[in-house]
């Protein structure tokens, strides 16, 4: 008896979105005050290639993720408080779910942080503060992030930590694998040092788009996902099954390939609720390191 013929797999692999649990929102388009060498949607001060969203704009969204049973939003940019309506868009948000915003830090000051803490004192779900901050010093962190962004980082730090937040330090993984450990450890020393009590610390694997290929390379043509590298694999751990990016163009797959033509899936959340094929070297990486952009 001859063995069964293999089942001819696709090419591609695809994700299934499994449920809406988050919803990302690119609320200062691609408009950032710092230009870092390693940023994967090249965001700059003059870089308006996704614009920024109003509170008119969002709006509609939230109510859609609240209806589609959305548990969490995230704000992000280029820099979000670049975004004059950014408060009143997270007053809107928290008012349906936890929200997080990520930020270089360097524009909060003592008047903002403690604008943020009253917004979350006035609602029942939590505000997370997320900072980059890409180095244990001002050399290794302003060589990514640009001169002097590693002392207006910090200082952003210790006003959210006196108006009572513990940020979320978000670090680029520029260390091989094995040093992971002792590089979080020295992070935790560096921020408790800096006057930050209760650091917690995030890193992020770099992906090789955006500014990122000019400074050290883009993808090689193996790093691409194939039905093979999904065999035991739990897809529920790609944030693709389960989140969605909102900019001012529409629904995009995730909050890494807003640049990719085919990652907008719709004008609507609703729209969005489809399968996606992995075929970009960026799901390498989240195949390959097991990285979310969530908390
Ligand atoms: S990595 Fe963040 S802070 Fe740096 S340019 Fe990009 S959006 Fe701005
Ligand atoms: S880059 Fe990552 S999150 Fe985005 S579609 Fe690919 S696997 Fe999903």
């Given at each position: 008896m001859t063995a069964p013929a293999p089942i001819p797999l696709l090419a591609v692999p695809t994700v299934p979105l499994l449920a809406l649990d988050t919803v990302w929102f690119q609320?200062?388009?691609?408009?950032?005050?710092l230009t870092c060498s390693h940023c994967f949607i090249t965001c700059g001060p003059t870089n308006r290639r996704h614009a920024m969203m109003t509170r008119a704009e969002v709006r509609p969204y939230l109510d859609e993720a609240l209806g589609l049973g959305a548990r969490d939003l995230y704000f992000t940019g280029g820099e979000p408080f670049l975004n004059r309506e950014l408060l009143a868009i997270l007053e809107d948000a928290l008012a349906i779910a936890p929200t997080t915003v990520l930020t270089?830090?360097?524009?909060?000051g003592p008047d903002l942080a403690a604008r943020l803490r009253a917004l979350e004192r006035g609602s029942r779900y939590s505000l997370e503060m997320r900072v980059s901050l890409d180095g244990l010093d001002a050399a290794a962190n302003d060589a990514l992030r640009g001169e002097g962004s590693f002392a207006e980082a910090l200082a952003g730090l210790r006003e959210l930590a006196r108006a009572g937040f513990d940020p979320i330090v978000t670090v680029a993984q520029t260390w091989d694998e094995a040093d992971d450990a002792a590089m979080r450890e020295r992070f935790h020393d560096t921020l408790r040092a800096e006057g930050l009590p209760r650091p917690r610390v995030k890193v992020l694997p770099l992906f090789r788009v955006g500014r990122e290929v000019a400074r050290t390379r883009g993808y090689a043509e193996t790093e691409r996902l194939t039905p093979e590298h999904m065999l035991g694999f739990d897809i529920a751990s790609l944030q693709c099954s389960s989140s969605r990016m909102v900019t001012s163009r529409g629904v995009h797959v995730c909050p890494i390939l807003i640049d990719a033509p085919d990652a907008l899936l719709g004008r609507t959340l609703r729209e969005s609720m489809r399968s996606y094929p992995l075929a970009h070297g960026a799901c390498h990486t989240c195949w390959a390191t097991g990285a979310t952009c969530r908390n």
């Open positions: 609320v200062a388009g691609t408009v950032c005050n270089n830090a360097t524009l909060i």
